[in-house]
């Protein structure tokens, strides 16, 4: 490693979740000439699960930020450089070159012959020199505009106009950003993808990136002037919308949300079962509990009770906390429950879970609920927090709705939704009163729940809530 590559250290995009191709950029906390250290949180990007915090390892001054807010980065790309020796100066990356030659006879390193991609060669200003690359009219990214302000570097690097050296050596590759280019776009493989999917043909994009690569942007900016062109000549002539629409692009959690819908709802054969129960006396208890010195400062509600009554009823029933394991034709019994609680979030739908929350008292259990909610609204959930959970259970309720038939959480094997508390006529002690009411709805995978099995589960959900002196008993 040179002198120059150990000064400028890139942190690359981290794959934050289980398998995570790319992420997108929110929010930059530092700017170029920042000083920053390690452990340090520089930006919050978005995975297909949940915003995450990213912390720099290594200590420095930011030398520059590659993308810009709102930019979706593939996993392994730069995202910052930081100039970890910021003391030696302007002049300390034309060193490593300087001793090889003459500056006045061997120009600064060129790109690297096609096929070779990265930003290696060209650590002095991060990026290609100006005569090299044709960008088209945008605004620069921050940590261009910084780069190019910095003009003694690029300019002490320019070749002398009478250079003999150049011919002596190796025919450098075909032109790669000239309109007279003929050699084979550089571009990587997830960005070709990019544009194969879009329509759009790679020798016809500009290229930006350093050594004349084809960045993601400059795709979407292709066929984004495509598509200007394409609908120029329908634009006059259609003011029938009348500004009454909206399109918002599918990604993040949405997007990871519907694709995961979509394999559970063509996947798992979906049973779902209904049950009408009155729980007056758990609103009760609610009441109570919300008055105990060993509840105090926690959060206490009808849903602290009924996911207690669900990890009672899969202690009575444990067949019911299993995955079907496709690859291996197997069905894998756990002994650990970990309980999904799915929240609404600006973002969309999430179910981060409660590990192990079997073996959590009532107070640790309501501690850990809180905690739950809380981040999921700030939208802090980690992706660990929403990986490896067992059975969910999703509150319509407050929604002001009955009760519904709620979809599987991939790999799980149920999912119980908790409706609405009402006060509704009610048969009680032979006499019909006014009583809390509500109705619960279990969905189950039939491959490994059959209908004996889920009728159990949710008969003693119910039984709990009916009667909650049973949390005693039965336990």
Request: hydrophobic letters at 40%; aromatic letters at 4%.
């Amino acid at each position: 490693m040179t002198a120059v590559e150990q000064r400028f250290r890139e942190f690359k995009m981290p794959d934050v979740g289980e398998g995570l191709t790319e992420a997108e950029i929110l929010k930059w906390f530092v700017a170029p000439g920042d000083t920053v250290t390690d452990g340090q949180v520089v930006c919050e990007v978005e995975t297909a699960k949940a915003a995450v915090e990213l912390p720099i390892p290594f200590d420095g001054v930011v030398h520059e930020l590659r993308f810009d807010e709102g930019t979706t980065v593939d996993v392994g790309t730069p995202i910052i450089s930081v100039d970890t020796d910021p003391g030696a100066g302007e002049a300390a990356p034309q060193t490593a070159p300087a001793a090889q030659a003459p500056a006045a006879e061997k120009p600064a390193p060129e790109p690297e012959p096609a096929g070779k991609e990265g930003r290696q060669a060209n650590l002095v200003g991060y990026g290609a020199a100006p005569a090299s690359t044709k960008r088209r009219p945008r605004k620069p990214l921050p940590g261009r505009q910084r780069a190019e302000a910095a003009a003694p570097a690029p300019a002490a690097l320019a070749p002398a106009p009478a250079a003999p050296a150049a011919p002596a050596r190796p025919e450098p590759a075909p032109e790669l950003n000239g309109s007279a280019r003929t050699a084979r776009p550089l571009a990587k493989p997830p960005v070709r993808k990019l544009a194969k999917d879009l329509g759009i043909a790679l020798e016809t994009v500009t290229p930006s990136g350093p050594d004349g690569i084809i960045t993601r942007e400059d795709v979407h900016a292709a066929a984004e002037a495509v598509q200007a062109v394409q609908e120029a000549p329908v634009a006059a002539p259609a003011p029938a919308t009348g500004g009454r629409e909206r399109r918002v692009p599918v990604k993040g959690v949405r997007k990871a949300t519907a694709q995961a819908m979509v394999n559970s709802a063509f996947t798992a054969p979906h049973v779902t079962e209904f049950v009408t129960v009155d729980v007056t006396r758990t609103m009760k208890l609610v009441a109570d509990l919300k008055q105990d010195p060993e509840m105090a400062g926690l959060r206490v509600n009808p849903l602290l009770l009924v996911a207690k009554a669900l990890l009672v009823a899969i202690r009575r029933n444990p067949d019911i906390n299993a995955t079907w394991d496709e690859d291996n034709q197997e069905i894998v019994y756990k002994d650990y429950v970990n309980l999904g609680i799915a929240a609404a979030t600006p973002r969309g739908l999430i179910v981060p879970n409660i590990k192990d929350a079997h073996a959590k008292t009532l107070p640790e259990l309501a501690s850990a609920l809180g905690e739950l909610v809380a981040t999921a609204r700030e939208g802090k959930t980690s992706p660990a927090a929403m990986s490896g959970g067992t059975v969910t259970i999703t509150n319509v309720g407050v929604f002001g709705v009955d009760t519904g038939t709620p979809l599987l959480n991939p790999g799980e094997s149920a999912i119980l939704a908790f409706g609405a508390v009402k006060l509704q006529p009610w048969v009680h002690k032979g006499k019909v009163k006014p009583r809390q009411v509500t109705t619960l709805a279990l969905s189950f995978d039939h491959r490994l729940v059959d209908g004996e099995l889920g009728s159990k589960v949710l008969a003693d959900v119910a039984a709990v809530l009916e009667r909650p002196k049973r949390l005693i008993t039965w336990t």
